[in-house]
């Protein structure tokens, strides 16, 4: 089974500064896929970024970059200019590449704080 | 564009009561699925279904039940609440013809059983 492992239960950078989330998984598999979720105090799951496996490349949206080590397993993500809206929980989560039922699997979470 | 919608936001039950979450989407999606959130475990898979008439458990099914009758509607049943049940229950959509799609979520429902 795999498994995600996020060490970091809270994290704290100022606004405009930079953060590293970390993300390690267990898995088998050799194509799988990667997010990170972002959960603010409203509660609502929202899709920061998707790695694919099999991409070398690592994925970027705006402010947020992922660096993708696929033989470490790992998967950190970091916030470029931290904002206040950035305050949330984040989950890492992993599925697998086949299958209509390749299911989610998440880490623990880290709590994000963003101080002025 | 609604999304995922889930109903009710809010509810507290006594133990050994039975309620349904609904969980409706509007995007076609064929892959639905439930979780529930506790503090420090993160999301958890109850149970999934990959389209009308097919469920399958997750990691934590037990007192729970599913049935998938159209695509657009996935309810969770708990057939006889416990306290062990308290928790956000999250319900997701996911449309499985392109691999790489993102699960989409509902607002999510916070059940407090007594």
């Known amino acids: 089974a795999q498994t995600v492992t996020q060490s970091q239960p809270e994290m704290s950078v100022q606004e405009a500064e930079t953060v590293t989330l970390s993300c390690t998984y267990d898995?088998?598999?050799?194509?799988?896929?990667l997010f990170w979720y972002k959960q603010p105090p409203s509660r609502q799951m929202i899709l920061v970024i998707r790695q694919e496996a099999y991409k070398q490349q690592n994925a970027t949206e705006n402010r947020f970059s992922v660096n993708f080590q696929k033989a470490a397993k790992s998967f950190s993500l970091k916030i470029s200019d931290s904002q206040l809206g950035d305050a949330a929980m984040y989950f890492c989560a992993y599925r697998t590449y086949t299958g209509t039922a390749s299911k989610l699997t998440f880490g623990t979470g880290t709590r994000l704080q963003v101080t002025l | 564009n609604a999304g995922v919608t889930q109903t009710p936001k809010f509810q507290v039950l006594k133990t050994g009561q039975s309620m349904t979450l609904q969980c409706a989407q509007d995007m076609n999606h064929e892959y639905m699925s439930w979780y529930r959130q506790d503090p420090g475990m993160g999301l958890r898979l109850i149970h999934y279904s990959v389209g009308a008439g097919i469920t399958d458990q997750g990691e934590v099914p037990n007192g729970y039940n599913v049935s998938r009758s159209t695509t657009e509607d996935f309810p969770l049943r708990l057939l006889s609440a416990a306290p062990s049940q308290t928790s956000v229950y999250f319900c997701?959509?996911?449309?499985?013809?392109?691999?790489?799609?993102?699960?989409?979520f509902g607002d999510g429902t916070r059940l407090s059983i007594l």
């Open positions: 997701a959509s996911r449309d499985y013809r392109g691999s790489n799609q993102p699960q989409h």
């Open positions: 898995t088998s598999e050799s194509d799988y896929y």
